[in-house]
């Protein structure tokens, strides 16, 4: 028997209409469903980009659901007030929501399902963030994996349920509970006249993921293994942004990524698969070890003299690209202009900043916290645990990546250090430029400016950083 009061779906990482699982819950059930985002303490943590790319998130989904005769009803406050209170104003019966697994969404969720469960509302969480449920992939020996090689093993052959397709109807309640306007959140507030200047670079909604999905699986997915590392190809997906608003669902790129994998995409495809399962391992790692966010993942690594002081004049030369390490300044202003970083790059100066510059990986985490629109809360944790070697399957500490040969190697004809960099050069590019206008004033930074000498010679600072390893107390 199907129930006729409303469902709330309780959106939040999970911005789209198809394979949505709680929202397609929801429409079963049978009776209106009243979609509610809520601006809590976790929307109003957000660094200032990926908190601007969540407004353009839920503009979008608000007019798709107009579309369909729908809408989003917005929120400020603390969930289970605001749920309850919902729940009391329309007469809904239950909650539905996707899930999510780091520490701060968990204990937010765990608070709400006992406050709706006190008042005997419904209260009910669903898959879609994730392709496999981290309690569901355990090693041989029980447990989860601490090493990505036998996950991937363990999951590549694993059935994903085939996407959900968007529901033809979301049926409306007969009026609508008040609603805040998502323009009075300003959400873009901290991003100044960056906004302008990043604006052109997202690929914002559940339509534009789909056509860049589209294009990837049909045209680039086949050689993705020989261009994935140059950094000024557009080789990769580009999707991470999609996926961390949940505009796109994982199992939507496993299916497209399988489908190529049999077309003959070949061994390329397969190692797209892969890094859909690094996003996997990212969200096991801090469901079952939270600690990964905040603190040191090998809690020995506590002991180790990391600098954490950020006013060195060499961690503001890191933030604002001028360091005079072309690739290190080139990925760290493409983030500023774009919101994004190529994968290559983020290695590169994540282990500049936490070797080289002997600088607390938590520093370079927290910049990124607040620059990347693609920001994701397990995979930069991990990420930056990778390249500093305080986290699980990490690169050693000892592997110092070098800026230099890696330029050579992944930019051999200068084109992404032209295409940022705007000192120095006789005719600088248009996006090189742009960086210029994207960037506080503060910073005195102008194009026709000296390029900066190096804050650090590298084989100086490799060497202190190998000191500082030997030296380390455990
Ligand atoms: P593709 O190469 O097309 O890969 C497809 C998808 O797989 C990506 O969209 C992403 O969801 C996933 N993926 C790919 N590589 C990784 C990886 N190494 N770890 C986890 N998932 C991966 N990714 C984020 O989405 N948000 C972050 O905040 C983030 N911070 C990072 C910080 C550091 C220091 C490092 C080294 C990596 C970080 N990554 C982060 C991972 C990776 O750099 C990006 O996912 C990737 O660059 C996104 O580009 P793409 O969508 O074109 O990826």
Same mark, same amino acid.
């Given at each position: 028997m199907t129930d006729t009061t409303p469902t709330i779906l309780?959106?939040?990482?999970?911005?789209?209409?198809? $394979?949505h699982p709680a929202l397609t819950a929801a429409v079963e059930r049978g009776g209106p469903v009243i979609p509610v985002f809520i601006r809590d303490k976790l929307v109003d943590d957000l660094g200032a980009a990926p908190k601007w790319r969540l407004g353009l998130s839920l503009a979008d989904l608000d007019k798709r659901l107009r579309d369909k005769g729908s809408r989003i009803v917005f929120r400020s406050g603390k969930p289970a007030d605001i749920l309850l209170d919902l729940a009391r104003k329309t007469g809904a019966g239950a909650v539905y929501w996707s899930r999510a697994y780091d520490p701060d969404a968990i204990e937010r969720d765990k608070a709400v399902k006992a406050s709706l469960k006190d008042a005997d509302i419904e209260a009910e969480s669903h898959t879609g963030h994730l392709l496999f449920e981290p309690w569901t992939v355990e090693t041989k020996a029980g447990g989860f994996y601490k090493v990505y090689t036998p996950m991937w093993r363990a999951v590549r052959d694993r059935e994903v349920d085939a996407p959900l397709s968007a529901p033809s109807k979301v049926p409306p309640p007969e009026s609508w509970p008040d609603s805040d306007a998502l323009e009075d959140w300003k959400l873009g507030a901290a991003m100044d006249r960056g906004a302008e200047v990043c604006l052109p670079h997202q690929r914002v909604g559940e339509e534009a993921a789909h056509g860049r999905l589209g294009w990837f699986t049909g045209h680039a997915i086949g050689e993705y293994k020989n261009t994935r590392d140059f950094p000024a190809e557009d080789g990769t997906s580009g999707l991470s942004e999609n996926l961390t608003y949940g505009e796109i669902s994982p199992a939507q790129c496993w299916h497209a990524g399988r489908r190529a994998l049999h077309d003959g995409g070949g061994k390329s495809a397969e190692t797209w698969l892969q890094e859909l399962v690094w996003r996997e391992f990212a969200y096991h790692l801090i469901y079952h070890t939270p600690r990964i966010k905040d603190g040191?993942?090998?809690?020995?690594? $506590?002991?180790?003299?990391?600098?954490?002081?950020?006013?060195r004049a060499e961690v503001k030369a890191w933030k604002q690209g001028r360091t005079g390490e072309p690739f290190v300044d080139a990925a760290m202003r493409e983030m500023y202009v774009t919101g994004k970083m190529h994968n290559r790059a983020r290695m590169i100066v994540a282990s500049y900043l936490t070797k080289h510059l002997m600088t607390h990986w938590k520093v370079g985490q927290a910049w990124f916290d607040d620059c990347l629109t693609d920001w994701d809360v397990a995979s930069n944790a991990m990420g930056w645990q990778w390249a500093a070697g305080s986290?699980? $399957?990490?690169?050693?500490?000892?592997?110092?990546?070098?800026p230099e040969t890696q330029l050579d190697k992944f930019d051999p004809d200068g084109a992404y250090r032209r295409r940022w960099i705007a000192e120095a050069q006789s005719r600088p590019t248009k996006t090189a430029l742009s960086y210029f206008e994207a960037i506080p004033r503060s910073w005195t930074m102008q194009p026709d400016d000296e390029y900066p000498e190096r804050v650090i010679g590298l084989s100086e600072g490799r060497q202190r950083a190998l000191d500082a390893y030997e030296a380390r107390p455990f």
């Open positions: 309780w959106l939040r990482r999970d911005l789209r209409l198809s $394979d040191n993942w090998r809690e020995e690594w $506590d002991a180790f003299p990391w600098n954490e002081d950020e006013r986290g699980p $399957d990490a690169t050693p500490y000892f592997r110092v990546f070098n």
